[in-house]
């Protein structure tokens, strides 16, 4: 009898999971399409693509704009944008390698202040926005340069190295054949997933970018909700950079140059609305993999990466205007 | 005697350089329906805030149950069993009705999860009780304006509060719905709430409350038992003055003479086979449920929308509309139903909107005849009677009833043969509704034909020579003067023929 109920309820389970895989394949069909199309191309032109070991590079390549993306989704949810994560990159790579070299922290240590470093800037971010009518577009553009200056100052102009291979391990290691990288990226992915489906916060941030005053008029914490938003975006370019610095074994602070704009663009391809309210974390996934693919595949097929940024810029405005296309 | 439920006293309210409130008095008992009435800016909707916690008093106390509270956000206002329809429709866009309703008190799993079935469900419950027809998981941008504010005021009910503010509930809804909203209120009566009734509109007053208050600038001027009252007696005390008349409206002699002819009109799925003429010096009433079509006629007409058939003639001359140019350069003006959105620039001052739209008039290549356009803000200023302290304030500090006139000089300045009007009063209060119905008089008499799209028959039927009522994008029917009253525009509009 017990048992009975139990498979009912494990079928239950398993009706909702089937309802919500198409749900997703629906609702990203355009850019899905543009995703498998880019796939096949690419296969046919490079047969190489399709190799279980390019795909993991791919996936490799995709992780860190991914971080970036993830948390870049939710604040243009709530209506903002955060410009500074490719700066904050490097002040916490470089800030990560720092305390190893110079000032011999264990290396746990010197990860986990790393990432406050860059969950700091997040949370100073969040904060003035929240307080002042500073446009996040300016208050970000500020941080942007106070980081990258700041990555410049600490390691005076020049790449920290740091030779050890229990730090590098963190960013080049593998668990069987996939990355720690993507591992870290699922669990993000599993967390962010969460926080915006299941959760009064995630909640909240669609409810301040669809309408600030139906927030407030509901007694919404706006400025909690904005505060957690940019300190969740300083904290993933955080793990980013330190990710990268150990990959690289050393800080560099010319590090995640742009990468930022990478964010930007991967969240706007997964159909996210730069205007607030609108969007999805499993779209802005897909954006990610189109343009990881994309710049793979331009690799692959030997095409000079000066073009490489030619044909990204062409895809970004036909896919977003396909989308808007298809949606109107 | 019955229980007092809430009791405002000298509430005062400041903002930056004016006095919102100053010591303001209200009360309100267990299951009573009290209105507060007075003109657009008179503080009625800034004392519901300060009760709804969105702003804070800087002076007076509030008691609610014989206990003094202090309420300083819209949290506390919610726990002290205050909750408020706005009058602006706050709800976001791109979440479900379920979502909205339950925002910021959504249930919660053992887990810290959201309880998706639980809200879904409770949300469903409520809309069925108001026999709505809706799905509770539809997104709110997928619903009409009607449906949002019922929605809006479901939310507001759900909470199960002992004190409902409700600030212009029925704005935008159809009959039906204000019935239902009626027989609402009659339910929360029996149950013990307390009722805030903000309105214009007179006889829905007469018809639910118990009470009525009166403001006016921010100030106290009196309450009265509603079966004690009249019409009249509440406008003076509003106005402070004696209003002779509210309507006013010279009829001309019947000329025949077309000056706007649409035949066949067509715009797929939203305006079906319209035809109708203007003739010159009349007012062309156009009544019809909200959502009937009538805007979408005017938007196709002034070359906003596009039409997939039909033709439009100007005087006896066939014309091609494509953008708003083709129809002003036709003299064809329309002032926009919603001003904010579609009329006004609110941050610019009064003169750039007055002059916005008959540049070419006084700009030439680099030079600005900047006296000419000083020169005819002033004309419009003082004709229109704009209350403003000079031609160089800023749009959105204006009352509504003024910010109204504004747009109407802005559009009265390209000189138009056919104005169309689109709910010319909405949101304007009795003050200015007066005034502007004058100014449709004096054009009228000057020759100006006009269509007015209206949701208040009242209005309609006082103002206009025809009336056209629409239905399901169609106009059902075009009544003359002597056979207009409210039973048959209603009977037409609801698709009776």
Redesign the interface.
Same mark, same amino acid.
């Given at each position: 009898m017990s048992n009975l109920s139990y498979e009912t309820k494990n079928d239950h389970i398993f009706l909702k999971m089937g309802n919500a895989v198409l749900q997703y394949l629906k609702e990203n069909k355009g850019i899905l399409i543009g995703l498998v199309v880019l796939c096949i191309f690419i296969s046919i032109m490079n047969p190489d693509f399709l190799t279980t070991n390019n795909l993991m590079n791919v996936l490799r390549q995709t992780s860190t704009n991914m971080y970036l993306a993830i948390a870049m989704t939710m604040v243009i949810i709530l209506g903002g944008i955060d410009l500074s994560v490719g700066s904050i990159i490097a002040v916490t790579g470089v800030a990560t390698t720092m305390l190893i070299a110079v000032a011999g922290f264990p290396i746990w240590l010197a990860v986990v202040i790393g990432i406050l470093v860059g969950m700091l800037f997040g949370a100073f971010n969040g904060y003035v926005s929240a307080t002042t009518i500073i446009p996040p577009f300016i208050i970000t553009l500020a941080t942007m340069n106070i980081a990258r200056g700041a990555a410049y100052v600490i390691s005076d102009g020049k790449p920290v190295r740091v030779m050890d291979d229990s730090f590098n391990v963190i960013g080049s290691g593998y668990i069987g054949p996939v990355p720690m990288q993507v591992i870290y990226l699922i669990v993000f992915l599993i967390i962010a997933y969460?926080i915006m489906n299941?959760? @009064?916060l995630g @909640?909240?941030m669609? $409810?301040v970018g %669809?309408?600030s005053? $139906? $927030?407030?008029?509901? %007694?919404?914490n706006i400025k909690k909700v904005k505060l957690f938003a940019y300190t969740f975006s300083g904290f993933m370019a955080g793990v980013a950079g330190v990710v990268l610095s150990a990959r690289m074994f050393s800080g560099q602070p010319t590090a995640g140059d742009m990468a930022e704009l990478d964010a930007i663009a991967a969240v706007v391809l997964g159909g996210t609305s730069m205007t607030g %309210? @609108?969007g999805k974390i499993g779209g802005t996934v897909i954006g990610a993999l189109i343009i990881g693919v994309l710049s793979n595949g331009l690799n692959l097929l030997g095409v000079s990466s000066f073009w490489q940024y030619v044909v990204k810029g062409v895809v970004i405005l036909v896919a977003v205007y396909a989308d808007v296309f298809r949606k109107k | 005697m019955s229980e007092q439920l809430l009791e405002m006293s000298k509430i005062v309210k400041k903002f930056p350089g004016v006095y919102a409130l100053k010591g303001v008095d209200f009360s309100l008992k267990k299951g009573e329906v009290h209105a507060l009435l007075g003109e657009n800016g008179a503080g009625k909707s800034t004392l519901m805030k300060v009760l709804g916690g969105i702003y804070v008093l800087d002076e007076g106390s509030i008691t609610i149950n014989n206990k003094k509270v202090h309420i300083n956000n819209v949290n506390e206002a919610k726990k002290n069993g205050v909750s408020i329809i706005h009058q602006e429709i706050v709800l976001v866009p791109y979440l479900t009705i379920a979502e909205n309703i339950f925002l910021g008190r959504e249930p919660l799993k053992k887990n810290g999860f959201i309880d998706m079935d639980t809200m879904s469900r409770q949300a469903q419950q409520f809309i069925d009780d108001f026999d709505l027809g809706l799905n509770a998981k539809t997104i709110i941008s997928d619903l009409t304006v009607a449906q949002q504010q019922m929605i809006e005021i479901i939310k507001a009910v759900s909470f199960n509060s002992d004190i409902i503010v409700m600030d212009e509930p029925t704005s935008s809804l159809t009959d039906k719905e204000v019935n239902f909203l009626f027989k609402t209120i009659q339910q929360l009566k029996k149950q013990k709430a307390g009722i805030v009734y903000i309105s214009h509109r007179m006889n829905e007053l007469f018809e639910i409350t118990d009470r009525i208050t009166v403001m006016r600038d921010g100030e106290y001027i009196g309450t009265v038992n509603t079966n004690e009252t009249n019409n009249n007696e509440l406008i003076s005390m509003m106005v402070g003055r004696d209003l002779d008349k509210l309507y006013e409206r010279t009829y001309m002699e019947k000329t025949g003479e077309k000056v706007l002819e649409v035949k066949n009109l067509s715009r797929k799925g939203v305006i079906d086979d319209v035809n109708f003429t203007l003739e010159k010096g009349e007012i062309l009433g156009f009544s019809g449920l909200v959502g009937a079509g009538r805007s979408e006629v005017m938007k196709c007409i002034f070359g906003i929308d596009a039409f997939d058939s039909g033709e439009i003639y100007v005087g006896n001359e066939k014309v091609t509309i494509k953008v708003p140019n083709d129809a002003i350069a036709k003299g064809i003006a329309y002032v926009p139903e919603n001003r904010k959105e579609e009329g006004l620039f609110l941050i610019k001052p009064v003169d750039y909107n007055i002059s916005i739209k008959i540049l070419n008039e006084f700009i030439k290549l680099f030079k600005v005849d900047k006296s000419y356009e000083d020169a005819q803000s002033e004309k419009y200023i003082r004709e229109l009677a704009i209350k403003t302290p000079n031609k160089e304030q800023i749009v959105s500090n204006l009352s509504g009833g003024n910010q109204q006139k504004v747009l109407f000089s802005r559009w009265l300045a390209t000189k138009p043969n056919i104005l169309i009007l689109d709910e010319p009063t909405r949101g304007v209060d009795v003050g200015a509704k007066s005034e502007i119905y004058s100014i449709m008089n004096e054009l009228v008499k000057e020759g100006v034909s006009i269509i007015m799209i209206s949701s208040e028959l009242p209005e309609i039927i006082n103002m206009s020579d025809r009336v056209a009522v629409m239905y399901k994008g169609s106009i059902q029917k075009v009544l003359e003067k002597e056979d207009m009253n409210q039973e048959k525009i209603m009977y037409y509009a609801t698709g009776g023929n």
């Open positions: 969460l299941k959760t @009064r @909640r909240h669609y $409810a %669809g309408n005053e $139906a $927030a407030k008029f509901s %007694g919404i %309210g @609108r | -």
